[in-house]
């Protein structure tokens, strides 16, 4: 299987400092979270409100003060409610190849991601840590509380995710979604895709993502619509019609259902 295709592939800050930081309300283009992965580690925090997050599967509800650390590779979406929320993305290869010492840390740390994938509650040492990441003022502190925070987690009993084979299953279907969602899909195509039967598949793709397989092909389509909206200055039929709906007025009902109000509105008090 050729999971390449779901794979975000983005250069995260600079060679001498591979991080990237996110702030995200509900103003911004990509305040939703669809589901992807990548071989940078994130760190995410949740400073106001409410944030649904799935780890390969796993569903944790997250509110203020919540942390999580996501390994290498792991499949990873989130549904924001009335939250704003933050994100590191960091190549933890690159950050720590400098020296010998850390280069043999790192690789220790790093060779099973799975293990240290985990979600922290507000008030536990590793949240608490993951919220000066946030606050930090400098490279030499952030670094040195990254290096706590994965002193923590490797004290720590290990706490694997489970890793069925509907993961990677699910990697093809959300990379074909994302490739192809401007097309019609059918149910049948998407159970192909996976390699299971339609019944089955639906209930393991609802398991594993919180939606039916049609209901996500809406979201991610509403999702790419809202970001056409922002960033271009595309008439609304027409990114109705590229985003794969073949009717306005449906377009406009679903995106109010999901979004709360109009295409016009959305596009002019964001």
Avoid at 155 to 171: D, F, I, M, S, T
Wanted: glycine letters at 8%; aromatic letters at 12%.
């Amino acid at each position: 299987m050729n999971y390449s295709r779901l794979y975000e592939d983005k250069k995260r800050g600079t060679a001498e400092f591979p991080m990237e930081f996110y702030l995200l309300d509900e103003t911004h283009a990509r305040y939703q979270m669809p589901f992807h992965w990548h071989l940078e580690y994130e760190l995410i925090y949740i400073q106001k409100g409410g944030f649904s997050l799935t780890l390969d599967g796993k569903v944790y509800t997250l509110s203020a003060g919540d942390a999580a650390w996501i390994g290498e590779g792991i499949i990873h979406g989130g549904f924001p409610e009335n939250s704003i929320y933050q994100c590191l993305v960091f190549d933890l290869h690159a950050l720590m190849n400098n020296t010998p010492l850390c280069a043999r840390s790192a690789a220790a740390f790093t060779a099973d991601p799975r293990s240290h994938t985990a979600v922290f509650k507000a008030g536990s040492p590793e949240s608490g840590l993951i919220g000066q990441v946030f606050a930090a003022q400098n490279e030499w502190t952030l670094i040195g509380l990254i290096w706590q925070l994965m002193g923590s987690l490797m004290g720590q009993k290990e706490r694997p995710l489970p890793h069925p084979r509907q993961v990677k299953q699910l990697k093809d279907v959300l990379a074909f979604i994302r490739d192809h969602y401007e097309e019609p899909i059918t149910l049948a195509q998407l159970a192909q895709e996976a390699g299971m039967a339609p019944r089955y598949f639906c209930r393991a793709f609802s398991a594993m993502t919180g939606k039916t397989p049609i209901a996500y092909l809406n979201y991610y389509r509403i999702e790419q619509a809202g970001e056409r909206l922002l960033l271009t200055d595309e008439r609304i039929t027409d990114i109705a019609f590229a985003c794969g709906f073949n009717d306005a007025g449906y377009f406009t009902k679903a995106f109010i259902k999901q979004k709360g109000v109009s295409p016009s509105t959305f596009r002019r008090t964001l």
